[in-house]
C-alpha cells in the first residue's frame, strides 16, 4: 500500500479552534446562533455565535465546522426542529 493511499484513509483531525468548541460544549456549555439585524433592504443574513451561559463569542467558521463535525447535536428545544436549531450541546457520551 502506497504513503499516499494510507494518508487518504485516515480521517483528517479536526482543527484545534473547532476541538476548543467541542470542549467546551462537553464542559456543559450551549452553542447559541442568532441573526443579526441588518438594514432594512439587505438580503445577506449574517450570524452570531456564542457561548451560553458564559456569553464568550464564537467565530462562525468553527462553529460551523464544529457543527458539521457531527460531535454536536441540536438541542430538542423543538420550537424550530433539527433543520434549523439554534442551540447545540455536545454529543452524550463523546469521546
Not at 476541538?19 to 445577506?44: Q, S
Not at 451560553?52 to 460531535?71: F, M, N, Y
Amino acid at each position: 500500500m502506497s504513503k499516499s493511499k494510507r494518508k487518504a484513509d485516515e480521517p483528517k483531525p479536526l482543527p484545534k479552534r473547532v476541538a476548543r468548541v467541542i470542549d467546551r460544549l462537553k464542559a456543559g456549555e450551549m452553542l447559541c446562533k442568532a441573526y443579526r439585524p441588518r438594514a432594512i433592504g439587505e438580503t445577506d443574513e449574517v450570524l452570531m455565535w456564542w457561548f451560553e451561559p458564559s456569553g464568550s463569542e464564537c467565530g462562525p467558521v468553527s462553529a460551523r465546522q464544529a457543527v458539521e463535525s457531527g460531535l454536536i447535536v441540536p438541542c430538542d428545544a423543538g420550537l424550530f426542529g433539527d433543520g434549523n436549531a439554534q442551540s447545540y450541546v455536545a454529543v452524550t457520551g463523546a469521546a
